[in-house]
């Protein structure tokens, strides 16, 4: 796939995701609520997505469905069929709030820098010491328009690679590792389950801890639409209440909640074990901070976006993105 190509794909992508332009009024409490989620993708809230806490906190049905990525939760989300995000990527929310959907970041999921990344095949030849020349005519893997396209262009940015002279190839995270383990990619960039795959055949071109020293932060966002947060505010604060419970229990005793977390996730439960002993949970004080909803995430998603229009990858960015982060159900949450 060339460059001219992800960014048609890019563009086709935010054509989908045109503003919406109905009218936000009061509403009844609806019958169910439907939650987008990621499998491979273990998190504390999962002990009270299985013990259908959201459902008694609500008083609601509360429908949990797994998508493959953060567009695809976009795009449902548009069209009415999702109205929360649960672990959604930051850059499809910052490709859609780009685009004029209207969606709100009102919550952090998940910081992570290591569980979502690129590797490289054994036999490729490549290193972050070599990159600017061995990935060169080399084939690249990776979803499109998501946070770990986004890691890839800024590692790859960071590391002096002239992106017009490497293959870069659409692929979702499972494709990915298959290609991988094949060897028909040279390097190929995922999250969750297919992540560990790759490091079966491969090492990482860059650790996460050396990209955050470059600036690369990594974490999912919990979003929903304006309407249903405008409609119900409360259905909404239950939500983050739920949450907040959830990674407060999970942070007193993690050894009782990892079990029903790998079910939940559809993991082995040392692999999952794996990715939590790599994740964060920020609590409701963190998040309410300056590192997070205090000035970093606002700025953050301009810095993404800006970036993203330099790459030519999308075709603007929002002056401030500020109007699209929305703290005030957390601030509610005790």
């Not at 993708?41 to 998508?67: I, R």
């Not at 890691?151 to 494709?175: E, W």
Request: glycine share 8%; charged share 20%.
């Amino acid at each position: 796939m060339t460059k001219s190509f992800i960014t048609m794909f890019i563009v086709s992508t935010v054509i989908t995701l045109l503003p919406w332009t109905g009218s936000v009024g009061a509403a009844d409490k609806p019958d169910q609520v439907t939650v987008a989620y990621f499998l491979e993708w273990p998190t504390a809230n999962q002990v009270a997505q299985v013990e259908q806490l959201y459902d008694k906190a609500m008083g609601v049905k509360v429908k949990w469905v797994a998508f493959p990525n953060g567009n695809e939760m976009t795009r449902a989300m548009k069209a009415g069929d999702v109205q929360i995000a649960y672990s959604q990527g930051l850059i499809p929310y910052v490709v859609a709030v780009s685009a004029g959907v209207p969606l709100q970041l009102v919550g952090v999921a998940v910081s992570y820098s290591e569980n979502d990344n690129c590797v490289v095949h054994r036999d490729a030849g490549v290193s972050k010491y070599n990159a600017h020349h061995t990935l060169v005519g080399k084939t690249i893997a990776t979803p499109i328009g998501n946070v770990t396209h986004y890691k890839l262009l800024r590692t790859l940015d960071y590391l002096g690679v002239d992106v017009s002279k490497v293959k870069i190839v659409k692929m979702d995270g499972a494709p990915g590792a298959a290609a991988l383990t094949k060897h028909r990619v040279d390097m190929a960039c995922a999250f969750g389950g297919p992540l560990t795959r790759m490091k079966d055949v491969g090492h990482v071109l860059m650790t996460g801890k050396e990209q955050e020293e470059f600036g690369l932060l990594t974490f999912d966002v919990i979003s929903t639409t304006k309407e249903f947060a405008a409609n119900h505010p409360d259905l909404l604060t239950k939500f983050m209440q739920v949450t907040e419970d959830a990674n407060r229990a999970y942070a007193k005793d993690p050894a009782h909640a990892q079990p029903i977390i790998a079910k939940a996730a559809g993991m082995k439960l040392a692999d999952s074990n794996g990715f939590l002993d790599k994740f964060s949970f920020p609590s409701k004080e963190e998040q309410l901070s300056e590192a997070w909803f205090g000035g970093t995430v606002q700025a953050f998603c301009k810095g993404a976006a800006d970036f993203f229009v330099k790459q030519k990858v999308i075709p603007k960015a929002l002056d401030d993105y500020s109007p699209y982060v929305d703290d005030s159900f957390l601030k509610k949450v005790k």
